[in-house]
């Protein structure tokens, strides 16, 4: 049943789909995401967030066309990007991350992995989650080091994300609202 409902579903998300977008088999879910391919250069570094335990600095970057249309505190517009690119951090020969002056992490170039998440008008119609669960029309997608798709599961992308409406679903939101300050 549940097979055979994704089947469906992909097959009319095939028609919408954009050309070129990852489509992912078997247990992974569905997303029209794709990744943007010079995000590292064409689109805007709005903050660097360490994660100590995980020995990575996340870089956030919001496409420069929907940054233009931001207006603080309403939601984002529609097509925007926001790309977290977790860079790996320097270390010490033991394995402890080394702190800058500042206290800060360190980031290498060595990306760890990447996660996407867009908005488009529509997407919350015609993803494969129920309205309760769904994240407005943003959708999401995760890709490996070298920018391949990472085919996984995405729920835990909703629902982890869900209960930050109040900043159109995401955390980082108000560093944005900041920029057009
Ligand atoms: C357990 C909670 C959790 C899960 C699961 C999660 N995120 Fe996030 N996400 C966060 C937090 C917290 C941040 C802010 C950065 C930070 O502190 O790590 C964030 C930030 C982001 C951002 C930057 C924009 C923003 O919302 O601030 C993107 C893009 C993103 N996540 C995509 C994803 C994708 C794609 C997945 C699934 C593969 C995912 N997230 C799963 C908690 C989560």
Redesign the pocket.
């Known amino acids: 049943m549940r097979r055979g409902g994704v089947a469906l579903a992909a097959a009319i998300m095939g028609i919408l789909a954009v050309p070129g977008h990852a489509q992912n088999a078997g247990d992974a879910t569905f997303t029209r995401?794709a990744l943007p391919a010079d995000f590292a250069k064409g689109f805007k570094l709005y903050?660097k967030?360490d994660?100590p335990d995980r020995k990575i600095v996340?870089y956030?970057y919001i496409n420069p066309q929907a940054l233009a249309a931001v207006k603080p505190g309403e939601p984002f517009p529609d097509g925007t990007i926001?790309?977290?690119a977790d860079h790996d951090v320097a270390l010490e020969a033991g394995g402890t991350p080394i702190k800058g002056a500042d206290g800060r992490l360190q980031p290498t170039q060595r990306l760890r992995a990447i996660?996407?998440?867009e908005k488009r008008a529509g997407w919350g119609e015609t993803n494969l989650f129920p309205t309760d669960k769904d994240n407005g029309d943003w959708e999401?997608?995760?890709f490996k080091a070298d920018g391949a798709p990472?085919p996984?599961k995405?729920d835990?992308?909703?629902?982890?994300?869900l209960p930050?409406k109040g900043?159109d679903?995401?955390?980082?939101?108000q560093?944005i609202y900041d920029l057009k300050k």
Not at 156 to 161: F, L, P, S, T
Request: aromatic share 12%; charged share 10%.
């Open positions: 995401v903050d967030v994660k996340r956030l926001l790309v977290m996660a996407v998440m999401y997608a995760s990472n996984i995405l835990n992308c909703y629902a982890c994300h930050q900043l679903f995401t955390f980082s939101g560093k």
